[in-house]
Structures are given as structure tokens and as C-alpha cells.
């Protein structure tokens, strides 16, 4: 498979989609045990132990390779859009991150076209339009926030224990709460205005419930910080900071976000 090389406002959807680039779901290859173990079910496996390695890439051809042999194989593509959006999020090039979200996109719609009013249909649809609003024009991230809402609503009655959709929630809250006036006017003068009811409060108490349900993850740890340190907290933040460094990384974003708060704590400390 071969991947192409290469203010406030314009941040809100594209961050909102860093949330469940960090999804933990786990799509697990169901009953293998029950029956004997086909090629496909083998190679489910086989990807299902690249996942749980954090060898994304590996598990990414193992369940396209699925999908070559059985296009409509569901965990299949649940775990082929959850890793491309994994993989888009931690690439410096924007040309690759575009052709991966493309892909998760492309992943999800086909689990809509299965199981529209399943959980993990909204979940990996609302990460891959989250991510794809980077490369959006105004109009579309304008969409795109409400229908964002109605994905995080839809998630959150059907579970609320799930850190990442507190997460997402909580980003969603946070940059919505800090768009401008002037901002705000445009959008509804233009395209319908943004959906209401954001506030940095509610952002942070999504925060604070991701972190009660993961406090070992980093990206949690940080971005609470961080929103404690724009919301003119820098003590709250440089608790959380330090809180972030003191974590053993596991996933491969881990170190990206202790390198972040190491920064960050540089800049904060008296």
C-alpha cells in the first residue's frame, strides 16, 4: 500500500479529532475458539496481536488484507479506519495525514452502510470527520462541529464509560467555548451558525472524567493542563504537567505528549 509524500475557529474540529485518534477501543476476533480457524480468522488474529503491540502499521495490512479477501469483513474495517486514524494523527507530513483520514472516512462510511446506529459506527465516523476538518473550508467545519455533536451525544447516552468520548467532548466544549464573537457572527451569517452551549467549565469536567476512567494516559494528563493553563491556571497546569511526566509510555503518542508537557512545565516554572 502506498501513501502519498509530501484562530480559534479553524482549530476546533481538527483538535476535536486528536481524541479518538487515541481511542482505545478494542475490536476483539469474535469465537475463535468456537470454530475452527480460517485464514481470515487467523490473520484477525495475527492483526488483533500487531494492535496490542502498538504496531499499527503491521495491524493496519493485516486487516486490509482482510478486507481484500472480504470487503465487508466488520472488524475488519472498524480496526482498518481506527488505525489509519492513529497513524494520520502522529504523521509530520500533511499530504499523509489527508490520505489517511481519507481512508478512515472511507472505512467508516462502509460501517455506517452496515450498522448506522451502532456505537462504533459513530465513534470511528466522528473521529474521521473530526480529523479530515483540518483540510475543510469554513462552510464544511461549520457542519461538520454540529454533526460532531450529535456523534458525541449519540456515544455518550449509549455509554459514559468511555475516557475517549469524555475526551472528545471535552475538546469539543473547550475550542467551541473560545471561539470568537466575531467568528460566531460569520458562521451563522454564512453557514448556520455553530451549535451553542460550549463552555471551558464543561470542558474541563469532561477532562476530569476521562482522566478518573484513564488517569495512566497522557494525552488525558496534558490536555487538562493545557486547558487549565489558557483558562489562566498555571499551578492547576503544572501539577498536570508534572503529572504527565511521571507516566511510563506505552502507546507511541505517549512520548509526543511527555515531550509536549516537558515544554510546556519549561515555560510555566517561576
Same mark, same amino acid.
Given at each position: 500500500?502506498?501513501?502519498?509524500?509530501?484562530?480559534?475557529?479553524?482549530?476546533? #474540529?481538527? +483538535?476535536?479529532?486528536?481524541? #479518538?485518534?487515541?481511542?482505545?477501543?478494542?475490536?476483539?476476533?469474535?469465537?475463535?475458539?468456537?470454530?475452527?480457524?480460517?485464514?481470515?480468522? &487467523?490473520? $484477525?488474529?495475527?492483526?488483533?496481536?500487531?494492535?496490542?503491540?502498538?504496531?499499527?502499521?503491521? @495491524?493496519?495490512?493485516?486487516?486490509?488484507?482482510?478486507?481484500?479477501?472480504?470487503?465487508?469483513?466488520?472488524?475488519? $474495517?472498524?480496526?482498518?479506519?481506527?488505525?489509519? +486514524?492513529?497513524?494520520? *494523527?502522529?504523521?509530520?507530513?500533511?499530504?499523509?495525514?489527508? *490520505?489517511?483520514?481519507?481512508?478512515?472516512?472511507?472505512?467508516?462510511?462502509? #460501517?455506517?452502510?452496515?450498522?448506522?446506529?451502532?456505537?462504533?459506527?459513530?465513534?470511528?465516523?466522528?473521529? @474521521?470527520?473530526? &480529523?479530515?476538518?483540518?483540510?475543510?473550508?469554513?462552510?464544511?467545519k461549520v457542519r461538520t462541529a454540529r454533526e460532531l455533536e450529535e456523534h458525541a451525544r449519540f456515544?455518550?447516552?449509549?455509554?459514559?464509560?468511555?475516557?475517549?468520548? *469524555?475526551? %472528545? =467532548?471535552? *475538546?469539543?466544549?473547550?475550542?467551541?467555548?473560545?471561539?470568537?464573537?466575531?467568528?460566531?457572527?460569520?458562521? @451563522? %451569517?454564512? =453557514?448556520?451558525?455553530?451549535?451553542?452551549?460550549?463552555?471551558?467549565?464543561? @470542558? +474541563?469536567?469532561?477532562?476530569?472524567?476521562? +482522566?478518573?476512567?484513564?488517569?495512566?494516559?497522557?494525552?488525558?494528563?496534558?490536555?487538562?493542563?493545557?486547558?487549565?493553563?489558557?483558562?489562566?491556571?498555571?499551578? &492547576?497546569?503544572?501539577?498536570?504537567?508534572?503529572?504527565?511526566?511521571?507516566?511510563?509510555?506505552?502507546?507511541?503518542?505517549d512520548s509526543i505528549f511527555i515531550e509536549k508537557a516537558r515544554k510546556r %512545565?519549561?515555560?510555566?516554572?517561576?
Amino acid at each position: 500500500m502506498k501513501i502519498p509524500r509530501g484562530q480559534t475557529f479553524d482549530r476546533c #474540529i481538527s +483538535i476535536v479529532g486528536t481524541v #479518538i485518534a487515541v481511542c482505545g477501543f478494542v475490536f476483539t476476533v469474535k469465537a475463535l475458539a468456537a470454530e475452527p480457524e480460517t485464514d481470515v480468522l &487467523k490473520t $484477525l488474529r495475527w492483526a488483533l496481536e500487531s494492535k496490542s503491540r502498538y504496531a499499527d502499521r503491521r @495491524a493496519l495490512d493485516l486487516y486490509e488484507e482482510v478486507l481484500e479477501v472480504q470487503p465487508d469483513q466488520r472488524e475488519a $474495517l472498524w480496526n482498518a479506519a481506527y488505525l489509519h +486514524i492513529r497513524l494520520g *494523527w502522529v504523521h509530520p507530513d500533511a499530504s499523509s495525514r489527508r *490520505w489517511h483520514y481519507q481512508q478512515a472516512h472511507r472505512y467508516a462510511a462502509q #460501517i455506517f452502510q452496515f450498522q448506522p446506529d451502532s456505537y462504533e459506527a459513530h465513534l470511528v465516523m466522528g473521529a @474521521a470527520k473530526a &480529523k479530515l476538518a483540518e483540510f475543510m473550508g469554513n462552510g464544511e467545519k461549520v457542519r461538520t462541529a454540529r454533526e460532531l455533536e450529535e456523534h458525541a451525544r449519540f456515544l455518550l447516552k449509549q455509554r459514559s464509560d468511555n475516557p475517549d468520548v *469524555w475526551y %472528545l =467532548f471535552g *475538546w469539543w466544549h473547550f475550542e467551541l467555548a473560545r471561539v470568537s464573537v466575531a467568528d460566531r457572527f460569520f458562521a @451563522a %451569517l454564512l =453557514f448556520g451558525g455553530l451549535p451553542t452551549g460550549a463552555s471551558t467549565d464543561q @470542558a +474541563i469536567e469532561c477532562l476530569q472524567k476521562a +482522566i478518573a476512567l484513564k488517569p495512566d494516559y497522557c494525552a488525558y494528563q496534558h490536555d487538562l493542563g493545557l486547558f487549565y493553563e489558557r483558562t489562566g491556571n498555571p499551578s &492547576k497546569a503544572r501539577e498536570l504537567y508534572r503529572t504527565t511526566l511521571s507516566i511510563s509510555p506505552k502507546a507511541p503518542e505517549d512520548s509526543i505528549f511527555i515531550e509536549k508537557a516537558r515544554k510546556r %512545565l519549561a515555560k510555566l516554572e517561576p
